[in-house]
């Protein structure tokens, strides 16, 4: 189930457990809180959710790594969660994303073939700049910013 919070600083959060389902919830939660926000161009409303997939993906896949064994040999995120921040900074919108993964995100170089490892580099041409920093032992936010005046549209122009 998802825990949804208003923050006092304007952030909009929400919290799922860190399994495959949650990234369509996390998805919708971004074009949400954007549309709160008078953002409705089509454009930042997908590369948003883009970014929100791969990283919430990501956080997911941390946090199950993170995740003791359960006795027959594979991990289990059984009580993992992971959280999706969406705020506004000036004209910058700044989604967030927690996980508890030991792990730092880096990009990788896959085979033509391979089916996962492309997902930062898709991040990183989306947005204007992401990052990461540990808040406290244990605990990962991996930031990304994007400014949104491009997407801004005049009152008399549709976007």
């Known amino acids: 189930?998802?825990?949804f919070m208003t923050g006092t600083t304007g952030r909009h959060y929400l919290e799922l457990p860190a399994e495959p389902s949650s990234v369509s919830?996390?998805?919708e939660h971004v074009a949400v809180v954007l549309a709160s926000f008078g953002l409705t161009s089509r454009?930042?409303?997908?590369?948003a959710q883009l970014i929100t997939s791969e990283l919430v993906t990501n956080a997911i896949t941390a946090s199950v790594a993170g995740a003791s064994g359960n006795g027959d040999g594979h991990a289990s995120a059984l009580g993992k969660r992971v959280r999706v921040s969406v705020r506004m900074v000036d004209a910058r919108l700044v989604l967030e994303?927690?996980?508890?993964?030991a792990g730092v995100p880096k990009?990788?170089?896959p085979?033509?073939?391979?089916?996962r490892g492309r997902g930062l580099f898709l991040v990183e041409a989306l947005c204007n700049r992401w990052g990461y920093h540990r808040p406290t032992p244990g605990e990962k936010i991996v930031w990304v910013e994007l400014d949104v005046e491009p997407y801004l549209c005049e009152p008399a122009t549709p976007c």
């Not at 454009?43 to 590369?47: P, V």
């Not at 994303?97 to 993964?101: L, Q």
Request: proline fraction near 0%.
């Open 1 to 3: 189930m998802a825990d």
């Open 107 to 109: 990009q990788r170089t």
């Open 97 to 101: 994303f927690w996980d508890d993964g």
């Open 25 to 27: 919830c996390a998805r």
């Open 111 to 115: 085979d033509d073939y391979e089916v």
């Open 43 to 47: 454009e930042l409303i997908d590369d």
